[in-house]
């Protein structure tokens, strides 16, 4: 089923606060942005550029980064807005891990 559309970040301007003022972590496949968001849940968004490939290819990334992050959910602190923006290795590489590092890193497992 994936993350619930209310957990989505779809605003330009969210994404945008998010590259100014938050915290950005960083592994050969991922990048994540993290913002506390005031709010008593977290909300994701995810970048998936054209240098990925084909539309084929960035929608099957980014099913996998959201079933990726439901997993993960019941488990992060709430109250963070979290950008993750894939780059070409995500096309060939697991991203349960990757993902899980990020997040680690960046201490946001309660």
């Avoid at 590259?19 to 496949?29: D, H, I, K, P, S």
């Avoid at 968001?37 to 084909?54: A, D, E, F, Q, S």
């Avoid at 929608?59 to 807005?81: I, T």
């Amino acid at each position: 089923m994936g993350l619930p559309r209310e957990l989505r970040l779809k605003q330009p301007e969210d994404f945008a606060r998010l590259r100014a003022q938050g915290q950005t972590y960083r592994n050969r496949v991922l990048l994540l942005n993290v913002m506390p968001n005031g709010l008593t849940y977290n909300r994701y968004g995810l970048i998936t550029p054209k240098k990925l490939g084909n539309a084929v290819i960035r929608n099957r990334v980014r099913r996998l980064l959201r079933e990726s992050l439901r997993y993960q959910h019941p488990h992060l602190k709430p109250g963070h807005d979290l950008a993750i923006l894939a780059f070409a290795g995500a096309v060939k590489t697991p991203l349960a891990s990757p993902l899980a590092d990020l997040l680690r890193q960046a201490e946001l497992f309660a």
